[in-house]
């Protein structure tokens, strides 16, 4: 248990003497949100929920026929 607590506090104290290093997580966690918030909504919308789909039960059917027949497009019915 006490090389446990030696290499988390050896964690701690790296993150906490960071100079240029906290800029750089900085910028890694505006990118996340960047990639994962902003282009999620406008490059890859919900296709399930498209055309009406408001049930589970025909989310379901639509998930199910698009893996036995992936070559349907998407806004046919």
């Known amino acids: 248990m006490n090389t446990i607590k030696k290499i988390f506090d ?7 003497s960071m100079t240029v290093g906290r800029r750089l997580w900085a910028l890694i966690i505006i990118k ?3 990639i994962f918030a902003i282009l ?15 049930t589970d039960e025909a989310r379901a059917n639509f998930v ?11 806004n046919a019915k």
């Open 10 to 16: 050896f964690y701690v104290e790296g993150f906490r």
């Open 40 to 54: 999620k909504v406008f490059f890859f919308p919900d296709i399930v929920s498209m055309d009406g789909r408001d």
């Open 64 to 74: 199910g026929s698009e893996l036995l027949d992936p070559g349907r497009d998407f």
């Open 32 to 34: 996340l949100i960047v």
